[in-house]
Structures are given as C-alpha cells and as structure tokens.
C-alpha cells in the first residue's frame, strides 16, 4: 500500500517563509510533486522532483531526498494569497497517482 | 483551449439512485483519475485508467463503476451500493504522471 504524511495545518506570517514537509511509504516511486487547492477550486501543480535535490520556481522550491523518503515545499515571501492547501503526490508508476492529505497554509499579516 | 471539463457543477442525487459524472478532456492525454474529497481532507483515489478499454480500482472503488472507451472520456458512476457519496469528486489526466492537470470537480449531494 500507499502511505504520505504531512502536517495538516501550518500558519505563517506575511512575508516569512515557511516549510512543509512529505514523508511517504510506497511500493514504488517515480518522483514527488506537491499540488495548491484553493477552498472550491481544483488542484493545480506546482512543482515535481524526481531526482535528490532541491528544485527552484520563484517564490516556491521543492526538495527531496529518495534515500530517507522524504520531501519538502518551501515557500518564501508569502503572500496572503499563497492561503491554500498543499497536497504531496508521488508517482508510483508510470500512470500512478497517490496524493498526501494535504496541509493548509494560513498566512496572517 | 485544452483542457479537462467536469459536468455537472453540481449534483443532487436521491438514495437509491445511480448518478454519472462526465469528465472530458482534449489535452491528449493516455491517463485519467477520479478524486474523492471530503471537507478537509485530501483526494482519495477511486479509479485511475491508463489506456482506452482499460482502468483499475484505487483505494475506495467500492460503490463507483467507471468506462474508458474514448481516450477523451471517462465518466464516473456513483452507484447505491456507495453509502455515502456526498463528496467533491475530481477528475484528472495526465501525459506521465509528472503533472496532472484537474477538472474544476463536481460537488455531490444526497437529498
């Protein structure tokens, strides 16, 4: 089976930055991508790592190591719109899914 | 404009009844995912296809029916063997699976 962790919650301040973390357990693994939902709306895709290492995408980066099994998505400059949930998904095979229970980010000014 | 286009917006479904939920996309993609997600949790897989005329069952299949049999469609049937299907359903697709592009969902009801 299929196992993902991350925090179900994390608030931050306007303009810190702030990290969240994916620990996963699964059969196989492709890569790592890390999703934002807004309340109502779809996902939509952020970022995706298949290799250790970290990944960069202006305000967003994502990280991660295959040997502990473990990522990250780390946003800096928070914006009071980056409020969302966060959703870890790893690839397990060529066409396969799986997503994490997601975090919702709260910023505060 | 590709895209993927989820229909209805909103579903209202009374016990006992089987509903079906459209899902197209012409982003030419070979993959396609059902999500359930429940308030404040995450997307639960229901079924994912790969290829046209075949598809397998996720995590929570039991009580949803699906078909493959254009590559553009893939439409879910809720059946009343699903006891509680008031949820917000979303489809994905995918090239790889690196990137999945999803429908705006569709929000289920039992009346």
């Known amino acids: 089976g299929q196992s993902l962790e991350q925090p179900s919650e994390v608030t931050a301040v306007e303009g810190a930055i702030v990290q969240i973390n994916c620990t996963y357990q699964?059969?196989?693994?492709?890569?790592l991508s890390w999703y934002q939902q807004h309340d109502g709306g779809a996902p939509t895709f952020l970022s995706y790592?298949?290799?250790?290492g970290l990944e960069e995408t202006g305000r967003f980066s994502s990280f991660l190591s295959r040997s502990d099994s473990y990522g990250y998505l780390l946003l800096q400059e928070l914006q009071m719109k980056d409020s969302a949930s966060y959703f870890c998904?790893?690839?397990?095979?060529?066409?396969?899914?799986?997503f994490g229970t997601g975090t919702r980010l709260t910023v505060i000014p | 404009d590709g895209g993927i286009t989820q229909s209805p917006k909103y579903l209202f479904r009374k016990e006992g009844q089987n509903v079906t939920l459209s899902c197209e996309q012409n982003?030419?993609?070979?993959?396609m995912y059902w999500y359930r997600q429940d308030p404040g949790q995450g997307l639960r897989l229901i079924y994912y296809?790969?290829?046209?005329?075949?598809?397998q069952k996720g995590d929570i299949a039991e009580g949803y029916s699906v078909s493959r049999e254009k590559k553009e469609s893939f439409p879910l049937t809720v059946t009343s063997a699903q006891k509680n299907p008031t949820a917000f359903y979303l489809c994905?697709?995918?090239?790889?699976?690196?990137?999945?592009?999803f429908g705006q969902g569709t929000r289920l009801t039992v009346v």
């Open positions: 994905a697709s995918s090239s790889d699976s690196t990137e999945a592009f």
């Open positions: 699964t059969s196989g693994f492709y890569g």
């Open positions: 790592n298949a290799l250790d």
């Open positions: 998904a790893v690839q397990t095979g060529a066409n396969n899914l799986f």
């Open positions: 982003l030419n993609h070979d993959a």
């Open positions: 296809s790969q290829i046209v005329n075949d598809f």
